[in-house]
């Protein structure tokens, strides 16, 4: 059976709903008793009734509990059946039943005269509800508590029938504190130790029961209205029992709770039987719990309970207020009526004196009454000031409250909406995720099929190469076995050729021992070799003069010649075909004569031997002498633009002189540097410089000429040697010089050169191996043309210029003419050309002379005098060659010497 906690009896609850109702079906004469029953009556009248009861009770001990509670049982099934209680009903069920106050209510109302049946049994008889009125008493009877009697009903005299209902409660009541000790609904008050209702409530005394009585009053006037709720009054009752459990949380838990407990504790029942205080607490607590976590973060099920639990508290109040006004106006209500007694008494009173005395006397009580009222009024005023400014208060902490946990609220709205934007990304990005996956994992399909398809045909593949492997490795093998027959007969080849290499080299060795021998003996045969190369020089002759006659040019072929005879042995005869006679023809006679079809090869084979003792280190110079247009420059340059077959002396000179000594730099190094110069009416210029041209010529500076010559033999100091280490070298050099020479137009010779152009070679050798130095000079000259100056038709400045080169050709006779003479003076100052070649004329210098001639009988007498010059020069040299009869013969020496070279190197 459920049974609710609250207790509607007025007494006891004032907010009970049947309160109310019951004081309206009491009749208005009971309205004073009635009063004096909910104030002070009731404890008297109670303790009275206790004291009774207690005596009874001690009489009828021996009475067994089953009996008791069967009899009680028996009543209220009997009078109640909607209750419906078993016969074996526990104590517990018993005690929750009778401290209903709405089953008390419903036994009070059966109990009065006018009795309806509440499920509407008007037709009940009269004798069955007097048979119930009987029962009970008996049965009050047989649980000795005091009773009342029918007629007490029939003058509807309530007083006593309440208290006889409050007894039976009571009796009931204390068995719930002695629980709350023992454990036990009967509790360990009973001296017997029976826990029988009977014998607990007979142990009290009466004082106790009155200390009890008003202990009870005293809570219920101590209280605030807020806290007099139904828990408070029934904290042991099932229901109280349960709230005390759901809300039994330690402080800082709320947040950990699971969620059913949250849902149980937000049950309407529970919120409406939970204490007052518990719910403040349970605010306390969340709210605690919310400040001490710092975040202001409340889960939503807490806040959904924070929430109710603030609602029930709210509704309390406003109950409460509702309760508190109403009682106010109860209170008012009966002070009129008080005071309307008051005036009907005095009207009463101004009756007989022994009536006025009378209604003096209850008017005095009335008065007390209405004092006893005042107080308790004042209290109640009290009680409602403190409960107002409870109110105010407790409004004041709800409202803050309210804020804190609307401020909680938006936080943690605001937490969630960001939770919400949070998981709305987190769940796009999944998605998006979640596709590209999708994606990829397509992609990886297709891609395994293709690895698949792929490795299925690579699979096949492999197959046929392993079966071509197979096949390769078994022609390999093959192939490796006849490999190794062939390697057996190499080896055994190379075992045959390792033997008779091995002889070669001991054979080797010993022609290489004979090398050896003759190197170490190569430097002094070199040297020998010098000496013997120099000997033959000597004996050819140091001053040599050689005959050039060049050909008719184009448009000259039908032109008479001079020359009619030339011999082999250097005999040149000239005669002119103008005036025959017997003078006609000259004999002259050269160290050799070249006619007109000879080569620059065949001219310079001839010379090749005196470009070597330069290389040996001896002075050479080399120059054409001859009219203008004879073919100087022809012989010693070559045409303009020659090619390698007409190079001139000078390329000609140079390109051996490269190639001997790179034959030779196994045992002497050789460095070269050339320089060219010019000599130009008695004065020396540069004109190897490249940056000189025809156009500034005139503005050449004058180089000066010392007349002592240096260490190298040179005479022309400020003419810098060009280093040169090749023969391109070289030709670029002389190609510069040629372009700069100072060339002019004449009558005879549209090349006409009136300057002597003087090439100059300085070769610096040492001999690796004993150190010592070579110094060579070779001088390639270019002479001016020699025609006499009444022939040139030239005047001024042509005239002069014919004038210095007569006189510098004049002055080259006399020095040659001095060195063959052996004359103690050679006159080399008297021009600059002589000064320049000194070091190429004269001690152990070998010096050789191009006579170049005409052959048109037009140049007949230039031709002559040409001749008679060289005459006098080769004349005396080819003499002193003659007269050297006392040396060894020419052709001896030369014998002697290949005898020697063959010997040693052949
Ligand atoms: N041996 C030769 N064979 C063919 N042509 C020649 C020979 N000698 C000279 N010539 C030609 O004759 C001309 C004159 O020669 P070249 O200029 O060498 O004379 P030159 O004596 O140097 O004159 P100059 O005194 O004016 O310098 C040139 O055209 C040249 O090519």
């Known amino acids: 059976?459920?049974?609710?906690?609250?207790?509607?009896?007025?007494?006891?609850?004032?907010?009970?709903?049947?309160?109310?109702?019951?004081?309206?079906?009491?009749?208005?004469?009971?309205?004073?008793?009635?009063?004096?029953?909910?104030?002070?009556?009731?404890?008297?009248?109670?303790?009275?009734?206790?004291?009774?009861?207690?005596?009874?009770?001690?009489?009828?001990?021996?009475?067994?509990?089953?009996?008791?509670?069967?009899?009680?049982?028996?009543?209220?099934?009997?009078?109640?059946?909607?209750?419906?209680?078993?016969?074996?009903?526990?104590?517990?069920?018993?005690?929750?039943?009778?401290?209903?106050?709405?089953?008390l209510c419903r036994i009070l109302n059966m109990l009065r005269i006018g009795y309806v049946n509440e499920v509407g049994d008007s037709n009940q008889s009269?004798?069955?509800?007097?048979?119930?009125?009987?029962?009970?008493?008996?049965?009050?009877?047989?649980?000795?508590?005091?009773?009342?009697?029918?007629?007490?009903?029939?003058?509807?005299?309530?007083?006593?029938?309440?208290?006889?209902?409050?007894?039976?409660?009571?009796?009931?009541?204390?068995?719930?504190?002695?629980?709350?000790?023992?454990?036990?609904?009967?509790?360990?008050?009973?001296?017997?130790?029976?826990?029988?209702?009977?014998?607990?409530?007979?142990?009290?005394?009466?004082?106790?029961?009155?200390?009890?009585?008003?202990?009870?009053?005293?809570?219920?006037?101590?209280?605030?209205?807020?806290?007099?709720?139904?828990?408070?009054?029934?904290?042991?009752?099932?229901?109280?029992?349960?709230?005390?459990e759901v809300f039994q949380v330690k402080p800082g838990r709320y947040a950990d709770l699971p969620a059913a407990k949250i849902s149980e504790m937000m049950k309407s029942n529970s919120l409406d039987n939970a204490p007052t205080q518990s719910l403040l607490s349970v605010v306390n607590g969340i709210l605690d719990e919310s400040v001490e976590r710092k975040n202001g973060e409340i889960p939503y099920r807490v806040a959904c309970l924070l929430r109710k639990v603030v609602q029930e508290i709210e509704r309390r109040i406003s109950t409460q207020a509702e309760h508190l006004r109403t009682q106010n106006?109860?209170?008012?209500?009966?002070?009129?009526?008080?005071?309307?007694?008051?005036?009907?008494?005095?009207?009463?009173?101004?009756?007989?004196?022994?009536?006025?005395?009378?209604?003096?006397?209850?008017?005095?009580?009335?008065?007390?009454?209405?004092?006893?009222?005042?107080?308790?009024?004042?209290?109640?005023?009290?009680?409602?000031?403190?409960?107002?400014?409870?109110n105010e208060n407790n409004n004041l902490e709800i409202s803050t409250l309210k804020q804190e946990l609307e401020v909680a609220k938006k936080a943690y709205e605001l937490h969630c909406s960001q939770m919400d934007t949070q998981a709305k990304d987190a769940k796009t990005t999944l998605e998006e995720r979640l596709k590209?996956?999708?994606?990829?994992?397509?992609?990886?399909?297709?891609?395994?099929?293709?690895?698949?398809?792929?490795?299925?045909?690579?699979?096949?593949?492999?197959?046929?190469?392993?079966?071509?492997?197979?096949?390769?490795?078994?022609?390999?093998?093959?192939?490796?076995?006849?490999?190794?027959?062939?390697?057996?007969?190499?080896?055994?080849?190379?075992?045959?050729?390792?033997?008779?290499?091995?002889?070669?080299f001991n054979h080797l060795g010993v022609k290489l021992k004979v090398i050896a021998d003759a190197s170490e003996n190569y430097n002094s045969v070199l040297a020998e070799n010098r000496k013997l190369f120099n000997e033959i020089q000597e004996l050819k002759g140091n001053i040599r003069v050689y005959c050039r006659i060049r050909p008719f040019l184009l448009g000259q072929r039908e032109k008479q010649t001079i020359v009619d005879y030339i011999g082999e042995d250097g005999e040149l005869v000239?005669?002119?075909?103008?005036?025959?006679?017997?003078?006609?023809?000259?004999?002259?006679?050269?160290?050799?004569?070249?006619?007109?079809?000879?080569?620059?090869?065949?001219?310079?084979?001839?010379?090749?031997?005196?470009?070597?003792?330069?290389?040996?280190?001896?002075?050479?110079c080399i120059f054409a002498y001859g009219?203008?247009?004879?073919?100087?420059?022809?012989?010693?340059?070559?045409?303009?633009?020659?090619?390698?077959?007409?190079?001139?002396?000078?390329?000609?000179?140079?390109?051996?002189?490269?190639?001997?000594?790179?034959?030779?730099?196994?045992?002497?190094?050789?460095?070269?540097?050339?320089?060219m110069i010019e000599i130009y009416n008695e004065q020396t210029h540069r004109i190897h410089d490249f940056s000189m041209s025809i156009i500034c010529f005139l503005d050449l500076r004058t180089l000066g000429i010392l007349t002592q010559l240096q260490p190298n033999g040179l005479a022309v100091p400020d003419a810098s040697m060009q280093p040169v280490n090749s023969t391109s070298d070289v030709m670029e050099i002389m190609d510069v010089g040629l372009r700069n020479r100072a060339v002019g137009a004449t009558a005879l010779n549209e090349r006409s050169s009136r300057s002597h152009s003087v090439v100059t070679v300085n070769v610096r050798g040492k001999d690796l191996k004993t150190g010592a130095a070579l110094l060579g000079n070779l001088h390639l000259v270019d002479l001016a043309g020699s025609e006499r100056v009444d022939r040139s038709e030239v005047t001024g400045?042509?005239?002069?210029e014919a004038q210095h080169i007569n006189k510098s050709l004049s002055a080259l006779g006399d020095v040659i003419f001095a060195l063959a003479q052996k004359s103690p003076h050679v006159p080399y100052r008297n021009s600059k050309l002589?000064?320049?070649?000194?070091?190429?004329?004269?001690?152990?210098?070998?010096?050789?002379?191009?006579?170049?001639?005409?052959?048109?009988?037009?140049?007949?007498?230039?031709?002559?005098?040409?001749?008679?010059?060289?005459?006098?020069?080769?004349?005396?040299?080819?003499?002193?060659a003659r007269s050297n009869k006392e040396g060894r013969d020419v052709r001896e020496l030369m014998e002697q010497f290949c005898d020697c070279y063959s010997s040693k190197f052949a």
């Open 329 to 390: 106006n109860l209170f008012k209500t009966r002070e009129e009526k008080y005071q309307s007694r008051i005036r009907v008494l005095e009207t009463l009173a101004s009756g007989t004196s022994e009536e006025s005395q009378i209604v003096m006397n209850q008017l005095q009580h009335i008065k007390t009454e209405r004092t006893k009222m005042e107080e308790k009024k004042k209290f109640e005023e009290e009680d409602l000031v403190k409960l107002t400014k409870e």
């Open 627 to 675: 009219q203008t247009g004879s073919g100087k420059t022809f012989t010693m340059t070559g045409p303009t633009g020659a090619t390698k077959e007409n190079w001139g002396v000078n390329y000609r000179a140079l390109n051996d002189l490269f190639d001997i000594s790179q034959s030779r730099r196994s045992a002497l190094t050789y460095e070269m540097g050339v320089q």
């Open 574 to 620: 000239i005669a002119n075909p103008s005036k025959p006679g017997k003078d006609s023809h000259r004999l002259f006679k050269f160290n050799k004569v070249f006619g007109l079809a000879a080569t620059q090869e065949e001219i310079f084979s001839d010379i090749q031997p005196l470009i070597r003792s330069v290389l040996d280190g001896f002075n050479v």
């Open 126 to 244: 009269t004798d069955l509800r007097t048979q119930k009125i009987k029962r009970f008493l008996a049965a009050m009877g047989n649980l000795g508590i005091p009773s009342f009697k029918e007629s007490d009903l029939e003058k509807g005299s309530m007083k006593s029938v309440i208290d006889c209902l409050l007894t039976l409660r009571a009796q009931y009541k204390p068995t719930i504190t002695t629980k709350s000790k023992s454990g036990s609904p009967r509790g360990s008050g009973s001296p017997r130790g029976t826990g029988s209702p009977r014998g607990q409530f007979s142990a009290l005394t009466g004082e106790d029961r009155l200390k009890a009585v008003s202990e009870s009053k005293l809570q219920r006037t101590s209280r605030s209205p807020i806290m007099s709720e139904p828990f408070a009054a029934t904290v042991h009752s099932s229901g109280g029992h349960k709230f005390h």
């Open 834 to 880: 002589t000064q320049v070649l000194q070091s190429a004329l004269g001690g152990q210098a070998k010096t050789l002379m191009f006579v170049q001639l005409n052959p048109d009988v037009n140049s007949y007498s230039e031709s002559l005098s040409t001749l008679k010059f060289a005459e006098r020069v080769s004349g005396v040299e080819l003499g002193a």
């Open 1 to 103: 059976m459920q049974l609710s906690g609250k207790s509607n009896f007025p007494c006891f609850h004032n907010r009970a709903p049947t309160l109310d109702a019951l004081l309206k079906h009491l009749t208005m004469k009971s309205t004073l008793d009635q009063f004096t029953k909910e104030n002070e009556g009731f404890s008297s009248s109670n303790v009275a009734a206790n004291g009774d009861i207690s005596e009874q009770i001690v009489n009828n001990n021996d009475e067994g509990e089953a009996k008791q509670r069967a009899i009680l049982l028996e009543w209220l099934n009997n009078t109640l059946p909607d209750l419906n209680l078993p016969l074996n009903a526990s104590d517990e069920d018993l005690r929750m039943c009778l401290i209903d106050g709405t089953i």
């Open 436 to 504: 590209e996956l999708e994606h990829l994992l397509e992609d990886s399909k297709n891609e395994m099929k293709k690895l698949e398809s792929y490795s299925e045909s690579k699979y096949q593949r492999w197959n046929q190469k392993e079966q071509i492997y197979l096949s390769n490795m078994e022609f390999q093998f093959g192939a490796l076995q006849e490999l190794r027959f062939a390697f057996t007969s190499i080896k055994q080849e190379i075992m045959k050729a390792q033997k008779s290499y091995s002889e070669e």
């Open 797 to 800: 400045d042509r005239l002069r």
